[in-house]
Every structure is written in structure tokens, then in C-alpha cells.
């Protein structure tokens, strides 16, 4: 029997460093709201979205057809641009057929850390099962990388690194302290997972903002099986296997 692909965490991208990435996958998590909102993006018929790192970068793309610029700071919407990073904000067709170029606090910083490593995926709670076969089907040593806030630990990143810990560590190697705090994490809040993040900052951060409703959301397991990957820069839908399709996980067990 062929040994078993590793799976790590990484509880911040401040730790990246001390993680070799050359030909692994990793899986960049920003769950309150980059990544969903990504997901939701592709999955609304967007041809593809370009995640940047700089307003400045982001503000290049204006005025171009078909490109549609959004972006936030501390979860505030960016002055000039067409939205902001709520999930909410692309639905109804208004990216269908077109290029979304992104810039966050957070996640679009991480996609950029992690960008040399053999292949970039996104992950949030809406494409948990398609993300979840998606990895054991490539069966490489994958790294989950939280993308935190401003590289500091956060709740939500980590409770979603440690569902999938959870749903597929029988394919995997794991033996990381990392890994096994953050499954822990998941299991301590899975019965009541929007109670449990009213204790993150992030989740006060929102709510002062008045987008309790984004954070529900993206909370939210299997509402798409789009699992957006990285490629020269932009991120399209990847092929899934056939035998792939359907769903992989009770919503119940989540």
C-alpha cells in the first residue's frame, strides 16, 4: 500500500514561511468572506475571478469591459469600486459571463503567499463536500492555510480547517498539533456553529458592520459544488470526476 499524503495546517499566513509548499496543494480558507464569496462568484457564471493583493493593483483593472472591480479593508467596501466582498452582492447575474477582480483585508493576500505551491484551491463551508473530494481524489500532501486577520489566529478559518481534518483524515497523514487543535475547534462548535463565532472578533467586526446575515451564509455547508482553482493568476472552476458528483457528507454531520 502506497503511504498516505500528508495534510497540515497552517493557523496563519505569517507561518507560512516555515511550511514548504513547493508541489503540495493548499487550500486557501477565508471563510468570513473571501473564499465564499469566491466560490458564489464562479458559481453565478463568472468566467473567472483575479485575486490581487493592492487596491492599486485592482484599480488598474477599471474601465476594461467585462471586468467588474470589488474589494474591501477591515470589511468596509472600497471607495470607487462596484462592490464590496459580501457574497450577497454577486448573485442575481450581475458577474455572469464577466471577470470579478478581487482585493481583501485577508484571503487575496493569501492566495498570493501561496501561489508558487504546486496548486491553489479555495475552501469555505458552500463547497465543503465538492472541495473535500476534490482533495482526496488528487491525493496530494495538501496544506490548509488559514488566512486569518492581518496574520493573526482567527476562529472561523481554523473551525473550517478542522471540519475537513475531520471529514477526510482517513486518506491523509495527519500528525500536526496544528491539525489536531483545530479539528478539536470543530468539534467543540459544530452543534451550534453561529453561537460559537459570536466569540470572534471577526463576527463583532461584521456585526457592526450590519452583515449578520453574510456571516449565516458562510456557514452555510454544501450550497455549490464549484471548487475554484488557481490558474496564471485567475481562478476557473475545476474539472470534477463524474464519479465525484453528488454529496459526500450528511449536511447533519457538519
Not at 474591501?72 to 450581475?94: A, D, I, Q, T, W
Not at 493568476?233 to 464519479?243: M, N, P, T
Amino acid at each position: 500500500m502506497p503511504d498516505k499524503s500528508t495534510l497540515e495546517v497552517c493557523l496563519t499566513p505569517g507561518l507560512l514561511p516555515l511550511y514548504p509548499i513547493t508541489g503540495k496543494v493548499v487550500v486557501v480558507i477565508d471563510v468570513l468572506r473571501a473564499t465564499t464569496t469566491m466560490c458564489v462568484a464562479i458559481d453565478q457564471g463568472a468566467d473567472k475571478v483575479i485575486p490581487v493583493e493592492t487596491i492599486e493593483e485592482c484599480l488598474s483593472y477599471k474601465g476594461k469591459e467585462g471586468y467588474i472591480l470589488a474589494g474591501e479593508r477591515n470589511g468596509r467596501k472600497v471607495e470607487g469600486f462596484h462592490f464590496g466582498n459580501s457574497p450577497f452582492e454577486f448573485m442575481n447575474g450581475v458577474v455572469k459571463g464577466k471577470t470579478l477582480v478581487l482585493t481583501t483585508t485577508n484571503g487575496t493576500r493569501a492566495i498570493k503567499m501561496a501561489e508558487h505551491s504546486h496548486q491553489v484551491v479555495i475552501g469555505g463551508f458552500l463547497n465543503f463536500s465538492a472541495l473535500s473530494k476534490w482533495l482526496i481524489s488528487e491525493g496530494r500532501d495538501t496544506l490548509l492555510l488559514c488566512s486569518g486577520w492581518r496574520d493573526k489566529f482567527n476562529l472561523e478559518d481554523t473551525v473550517f480547517a478542522g471540519a475537513l481534518i475531520h471529514h477526510i483524515k482517513e486518506y491523509f497523514l495527519v500528525d500536526s498539533d496544528s491539525a489536531f487543535a483545530a479539528e478539536k475547534l470543530y468539534l467543540n462548535s459544530r452543534r451550534n456553529m453561529f453561537h460559537f463565532m459570536k466569540q470572534s472578533s471577526h463576527y463583532r467586526r461584521l456585526a457592526h458592520l450590519g452583515v449578520i446575515n453574510d456571516i449565516k451564509y458562510c456557514l452555510r455547508p454544501d450550497l455549490t459544488d464549484v471548487v475554484p482553482v488557481l490558474k496564471n493568476g485567475e481562478l476557473v472552476r475545476a474539472d470534477i470526476r463524474k464519479d465525484l458528483e453528488g454529496e459526500f457528507f450528511s449536511l447533519n454531520d457538519l
